[in-house]
């Protein structure tokens, strides 16, 4: 079958990083470390593993700076993950065959997949305490087992991805897509349970004032999961492009702030709160009140410079986005005491008295009518257009794209 393959090449690291200064189509071309290949089909890993047929594939994120090779070399979560790698874990599918020990799925069933490969498919039992809670992405075991290196499906050798026709699956991966839930809807499944966790992690309190830092897909899904579980909230989005301005406004937004100049956000928050704005000599302006609570889906820099600018004392910033690393000043964080929280993927999650998956919660609500995101996927791409697709998302707000996705049905 054909796969997008990325290899840990140092010659192809090095020339992407070279040419990529003059031309951004160096990331994705003939001597680029990702290269569109012949490998051989996935076969069933164990007597309770699958092989999933891929219908849709979200280009997530993380893909995305992969591919355009945003992150640095002594990223310590390199020791988690083995190559060559076949990207893509955002994945719906058609089940296509079951190993013997597989009880709950069924072939020909439609499915979304949990991406984490934690102590269920490397076949460790008792599984570590942070799977027996559900918290499958604080796995223990991501170098142990039956599998090499990798904390999900795609940035493990064994365990391929969804930038290919098929890809393996174990059977506790897969949650079934119900009736009436579209395959666009369901592959959506994994952003929005991110979204979820970042606020589940800090609820915001009723009627406060909350601001999502960025309106890319995560940012979005973060303001439609808000308007959905939290109505009573008043949001905020600070916004790039003017297609995200309009998304944001039709998910429930209250205050869109369209700009990237921080002491523009800064002001236009103060405005929001009534609060007053103080200039130090040097540096941004920053506030003693401010909004309640912050999710951070951009994790830069400036976003969390300008984050604990203007925050409320004591209130927490969840971190979902992740930027290269640069300095930035944060007296106001431990002057104003504000919790900077990380948020890592997803896993159980309670919400309104049920205990279940966040991608669960994220389908019963769609099956509901309580959300139809859908209309957030702006670009669809057949595999072999994989060249378009990355440069689409290196530069979205020249295409106005949100979510773009592989699609694996007829052409």
């Not at 219908?55 to 979560?77: E, H, T």
Request: hydrophobic share 45%; aromatic share 8%.
């Amino acid at each position: 079958m054909q796969a997008l393959v990325f290899r840990f090449n140092m010659p192809r690291l090095a020339f992407a990083r070279v040419c990529g200064r003059f031309t951004p189509r160096a990331y994705v071309s003939v001597g680029a470390p990702m290269q569109l290949e012949q490998i051989e089909e996935p076969t069933l890993l164990g007597d309770d593993w699958t092989v999933v047929s891929t219908a849709l594939c979200g280009l997530c994120g993380s893909d995305v700076k992969q591919v355009f090779l945003n992150g640095n070399f002594d990223n310590p979560l390199r020791a988690l993950i083995s190559f060559p790698q076949v990207l893509g874990h955002e994945v719906v599918g058609v089940i296509e065959r079951v190993g013997p020990g597989v009880k709950a799925r069924q072939v020909g069933e439609r499915v979304v997949l949990n991406p984490w490969l934690s102590c269920g498919p490397r076949g460790i039992d008792p599984p570590c305490d942070a799977c027996q809670r559900g918290q499958y992405s604080l796995c223990k075991h991501f170098t142990d087992g039956a599998l090499a290196p990798g904390m999900h499906a795609g940035n493990c050798r064994a365990v391929t991805g969804g930038f290919a026709p098929f890809l393996p699956a174990h059977d506790s991966q897969l949650f079934p897509i119900p009736d009436g839930v579209s395959s666009e809807q369901a592959v959506l499944a994994d952003p929005f349970a991110v979204s979820l966790h970042a606020i589940l992690i800090a609820p915001p309190p009723e009627g406060a004032l909350t601001l999502v830092y960025g309106a890319g897909v995560l940012g979005l899904l973060s303001v439609a999961a808000l308007r959905a579980l939290y109505p009573s909230s008043r949001v905020a989005v600070v916004a790039r492009y003017p297609h995200q301005e309009e998304l944001a406004r039709q998910l429930g937004a209250d205050h869109v702030i369209r700009t990237r100049d921080a002491a523009e956000i800064v002001d236009t928050v103060a405005e929001m709160v009534g609060a007053q704005v103080y200039h130090p000599p040097q540096g941004l302006p920053w506030l003693l009140r401010g909004v309640d609570v912050i999710y951070d889906t951009v994790g830069s820099a400036q976003s969390l410079e300008v984050g604990v600018r203007i925050a409320a004392p004591r209130a927490p910033i969840v971190i979902t986005g992740v930027s290269s690393p640069a300095r930035f000043e944060w007296t106001p964080h431990y002057f104003k005491e504000v919790a900077l929280l990380g948020s890592n993927a997803f896993g159980i999650e309670e919400y309104g008295g049920m205990r279940m998956h966040g991608m669960e919660h994220y389908l019963r609500l769609v099956a509901e009518g309580k959300l139809d995101l859908s209309s957030l996927i702006t670009h669809r791409f057949r595999l072999e257009q994989y060249q378009e697709a990355f440069l689409t998302m290196h530069t979205k707000g020249q295409h106005g794209a949100v979510k773009a996705v592989f699609d694996f049905g007829p052409a």
